[in-house]
Nanobody, 116 residues
Framework: VQLVESGGGLVQPGGSLRLSCAASGFTFSTYWMYWVRQVPGKGLKWVSKLNRRGDITRYADSVKGRFTISRDNAKNTLYLQMNSLKPEDTALYYC??????????WGKGTLVTVSS
């Protein structure tokens, strides 16, 4: 199993970024997937999750209305569109695979920095 995130970077407050997660080594379309984030020195926080078909989504209150999770099962890729970014969104963002309500595999993360 391999999950490789990309798309992070430095963006000004109010800006947008689109994260991608390329999945391989398993049947991507049969798993719920998550985005989680970690502020350096702090714990992991769940951001969003998505069902197998991509038609059921859940978001943390802190990102609701600003972030959109999606997937392309034909490309084995998970996405996170992040709009109206705030400094408090600064974190290392990971994609993760669901295993019966928990997480069994993580990527190495992509850093998002929101700063002027």
């Amino acid at each position: 199993v391999q999950l490789v995130e990309s798309g992070g970077g430095l963006v000004q407050p109010g800006g947008s970024l689109r994260l991608s997660c390329a999945a391989s080594g398993f049947t991507f379309s049969t798993y719920w997937m998550y985005w989680v984030r970690q502020v350096p020195g702090k714990g992991l926080k769940w951001v969003s999750k998505l069902n197998r078909r991509g038609d059921i989504t859940r978001y943390a209150d802190s990102v609701k209305g600003r972030f959109t999770i999606s997937r392309d099962n034909a490309k084995n890729t998970l996405y996170l569109q992040m709009n109206s970014l705030k400094p408090e969104d600064t974190a290392l963002y990971y994609c993760a695979r669901d295993d019966l309500g928990g997480v069994d595999y993580w990527g190495k993360g992509t850093l998002v920095t929101v700063s002027s």
